[in-house]
């Protein structure tokens, strides 16, 4: 019989509503499987395990090695496809981790709720089953890491939460979706991935990687205050990755210390590099030493640069690396 694996991580798939007021995470991986209707016809053998009962903004890098390592260790007993239920706040972040520390072409498959289990159309069963359903696809093999909500499927490259509360809040700006199920079957399409691998290395929670975000009028000051505090320094700039010209000396002057990463705050498109050519502009900062995302957003980026650097990846190498996503 083919084995698929749920892990359950928390998040509103598995909420309650709590004494104190609003929901909390109390459900097991078997109490949200439980709600799921017309499993028993699909013929699988699920097996499902509560490896934590987290809202996702909790979640820190130590408990993402400890998914990694779970999810291998399914693969490696025999598990067909794996499944895993999460809060949606960081989900983006998690399939990033997942495919990029997960070495096989058995599917792995991130799925939750933005409907908790006591509310009204709650979308937790119907996303529990439609992943279950792409985790088991002969389409899906290969693909890495896959979000799958409302029907949709996602690439863990380019899947963002874009709404904090519809039910089609999720995305992926600029491509599209891999696919999408049809009746409950999953139709993929697939597309080129990135072939990279990095170990699920537990240093990684030891470091600390700043997410920086430019706004109008920046001056910088909190990137002075705060970046002597991190390993390596993801810059979220505006529009195709500039930052004003006052902020520029501070950015180099960070750039020649510790890696620092140029994203765009857009949420969408890549970082530019040769169009602009002021103060602040992407082609300024990257001669001054920034390294580019290429289409990996802000928080993407950020999973990138703390697994590199958790490997002890030298600047030439996360630079030749970012190079992968453009
Ligand atoms: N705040 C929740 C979480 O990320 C939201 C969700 O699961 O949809 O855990």
């Given at each position: 019989?083919?084995?698929?694996?749920?892990?359950?991580?928390?998040?509103?798939?598995?909420?309650?509503?709590?004494?104190?007021?609003?929901?909390?995470?109390?459900?097991?991986?078997?109490?949200?499987?439980?709600?799921?209707?017309?499993?028993?016809?699909?013929?699988?053998?699920?097996?499902?395990?509560?490896?934590?009962?987290?809202?996702?903004?909790?979640?820190?890098?130590?408990?993402?090695?400890?998914?990694?390592?779970?999810?291998?260790?399914?693969?490696?007993?025999?598990?067909?496809?794996?499944?895993?239920?999460?809060?949606?706040?960081?989900?983006?972040?998690?399939?990033?981790?997942?495919?990029?520390?997960?070495?096989?072409?058995?599917?792995?498959?991130?799925?939750?709720?933005?409907?908790?289990?006591?509310?009204?159309?709650?979308?937790?069963?119907?996303?529990?089953?439609?992943?279950?359903?792409?985790?088991?696809?002969?389409?899906?093999?290969?693909?890495?890491?896959?979000?799958?909500?409302?029907?949709?499927?996602?690439?863990?490259?380019?899947?963002?939460?874009?709404?904090?509360?519809?039910?089609?809040?999720?995305?992926?700006?600029?491509?599209?979706?891999?696919?999408?199920?049809?009746?409950?079957?999953?139709?993929?399409?697939?597309?080129?991935?990135?072939?990279?691998?990095?170990?699920?290395?537990?240093?990684?929670?030891?470091?600390?990687?700043?997410?920086?975000?430019?706004?109008?009028?920046?001056?910088?000051?909190?990137?002075?205050?705060?970046?002597?505090?991190?390993?390596?320094?993801?810059?979220?700039?505006?529009?195709?990755?500039h930052?004003?010209?006052?902020?520029?000396?501070?950015?180099?002057?960070?750039?020649?210390?510790?890696?620092?990463?140029?994203?765009?705050?857009?949420?969408?498109?890549?970082?530019?590099?040769?169009?602009y050519?002021y103060?602040?502009s992407e082609r300024d900062?990257?001669?001054?030493?920034?390294?580019?995302?290429?289409?990996?957003?802000?928080?993407?980026?950020?999973?990138?640069?703390?697994?590199?650097?958790?490997?002890?990846?030298?600047?030439?190498?996360?630079?030749?690396?970012?190079?992968?996503?453009?």
């Amino acid at each position: 019989m083919t084995r698929v694996a749920i892990i359950a991580m928390g998040g509103t798939i598995a909420m309650s509503p709590s004494a104190g007021g609003g929901v909390v995470p109390a459900l097991s991986a078997e109490d949200v499987l439980a709600a799921v209707p017309g499993l028993a016809e699909l013929g699988l053998d699920i097996t499902a395990h509560t490896l934590r009962s987290l809202p996702s903004p909790s979640l820190g890098f130590a408990d993402l090695v400890a998914l990694s390592d779970a999810v291998r260790a399914e693969i490696a007993a025999g598990a067909a496809g794996v499944v895993v239920t999460h809060g949606t706040d960081t989900i983006e972040e998690t399939a990033l981790f997942l495919d990029l520390t997960v070495d096989s072409p058995v599917p792995v498959v991130v799925t939750g709720a933005m409907r908790h289990p006591t509310s009204a159309g709650a979308d937790g069963p119907a996303n529990l089953y439609a992943a279950i359903r792409v985790a088991v696809a002969e389409s899906a093999r290969g693909l890495g890491c896959l979000v799958v909500m409302s029907d949709e499927v996602h690439g863990a490259r380019f899947v963002r939460k874009g709404h904090t509360s519809s039910m089609a809040a999720f995305a992926s700006p600029g491509f599209g979706p891999l696919g999408l199920l049809v009746e409950g079957e999953p139709r993929l399409r697939g597309t080129p991935r990135v072939g990279l691998r990095l170990p699920a290395n537990p240093r990684v929670a030891d470091l600390r990687v700043g997410l920086i975000t430019v706004a109008l009028g920046d001056d910088g000051e909190l990137l002075r205050r705060a970046g002597d505090a991190f390993a390596g320094i993801v810059i979220a700039g505006l529009g195709a990755g500039h930052v004003p010209a006052d902020m520029v000396p501070l950015v180099a002057g960070f750039a020649a210390k510790v890696p620092v990463v140029l994203a765009s705050r857009t949420g969408s498109g890549s970082v530019l590099r040769q169009t602009y050519g002021y103060p602040g502009s992407e082609r300024d900062l990257l001669d001054r030493g920034l390294i580019h995302a290429g289409f990996l957003d802000p928080a993407k980026a950020r999973v990138l640069l703390q697994l590199l650097l958790a490997d002890g990846a030298d600047r030439p190498r996360i630079a030749s690396t970012f190079d992968l996503y453009r």
